[in-house]
T-cell receptor, first 119, second 111 residues
Framework: GAGVSQSPSNKVTEKGKDVELRCDPI?????LYWYRQSLGQGLEFLIY????????KSGLPSDRFSAERTGGSVSTLTIQRTQQEDSAVYLC?????????????????FGPGTRLTVT | EDQVTQSPEALRLQEGESSSLNCSYT??????LFWYRQDPGKGPEFLFT???AGEEKEKERLKATLTKKESFLHITAPKPEDSATYLC????????????FGKGITLSVRP
C-alpha cells in the first residue's frame, strides 16, 4: 500500500517568510508525528497527534512553529517568520495508533521528508 | 531526560567482514527500542522493535539484540547494498509515544 507522503520534497525560502509543509499519513493510521533532522544531529521530535486528542506540542522549538491535522488525516506544519536555523529536513511519520493496550509500541513509518533551506 | 548514544559514528567494512553497531540508552522506563535504516535523501526505514532485555530479532544479514543498557545491531557478511546510516531510537513509558533518536552510524561496505 501507499506509504507516508510529504510535499514539497524541497523548499527554498527567504528569511522572514512563512512556509507550510504537508504530510499524508498511511491510510488508517491514527497517530502522526513530526520530526526535524538537522545536519549532524539526530532526529528531533516536534509534535504528536493521536486521533481527536489534543496534540502534544512539547517538542516545538518556538511559537513560530505550529501544526494542525484536519479530519484525522492530513497534517500541515507551519513555520512563521523563518530563520536560517530552521533549515533542516522535516520528517513526518505515522503509526497505527500511538499506544496499544499494555503499552506495546507500534512502529512508526516515515515519509521521505521535506528539505527546507532558508536563505 | 531520555538519551541515546550510538557508536562508532562511522564504520567502513570490507564486503563479508562482519561487525556490530552499538546503541547505548538511558531512559526512565523502556517501552521499546527501534532500529531504522536511512539511505541518503530518504526517510528512515523501519527494521526492528525490541521490547525487553534478552530479546533478539533477525532479518537477512542483520540481527538486533537488547540488554538493559544497550542494543547491538550485528551485521553478518555485509554487502555493499547494506551501506546506509543506521538509526537507533527509544520510546519511553508515558503518554507521549515520541521516539528519541541517536545521531546514527554511517556504514560503508566496500566491494
Amino acid at each position: 500500500g501507499a506509504g507516508v507522503s510529504q510535499s514539497p520534497s524541497n523548499k527554498v525560502t527567504e528569511k522572514g517568510k512563512d512556509v507550510e509543509l504537508r504530510c499524508d499519513p498511511i491510510s488508517g493510521h491514527t497517530a502522526l508525528y513530526w520530526y526535524r533532522q538537522s545536519l549532524g544531529q539526530g532526529l528531533e521530535f516536534l509534535i504528536y497527534f493521536q486521533g481527536n486528542s489534543a496534540p502534544d506540542k512539547s517538542g516545538l522549538p518556538s511559537d513560530r512553529f505550529s501544526a494542525e491535522r484536519t479530519g484525522g488525516s492530513v497534517s500541515t506544519l507551519t513555520i512563521q517568520r523563518t530563520q536560517q536555523e530552521d533549515s533542516a529536513v522535516y520528517l513526518c511519520a505515522s503509526s497505527l495508533r500511538g499506544l496499544a493496550g499494555g503499552g506495546i509500541p507500534y512502529e512508526q513509518y516515515f515519509g521521505p521528508g521535506t528539505r527546507l533551506t532558508v536563505t | 531526560e531520555d538519551q541515546v548514544t550510538q557508536s562508532p559514528e562511522a564504520l567502513r567494512l570490507q564486503e563479508g567482514e562482519s561487525s556490530s553497531l552499538n546503541c547505548s540508552y538511558t531512559v526512565s522506563g523502556l517501552r521499546g527500542l527501534f532500529w531504522y535504516r536511512q539511505d541518503p535523501g530518504k526517510g528512515p526505514e523501519f527494521l526492528f522493535t525490541l521490547y525487553s532485555a534478552g530479546e533478539e530479532k533477525e532479518k537477512e544479514r542483520l540481527k538486533a539484540t537488547l540488554t538493559k543498557k544497550e542494543s547491538f545491531l550485528h551485521i553478518t557478511a555485509p554487502k555493499p547494498e547494506d551501506s546506509a546510516t543506521y538509526l537507533c531510537a527509544v520510546q519511553a513509558t508515558g503518554a507521549n509515544s515520541k521516539l528519541t533518536f541517536g545521531k546514527g552510524i554511517t556504514l560503508s561496505v566496500r566491494p
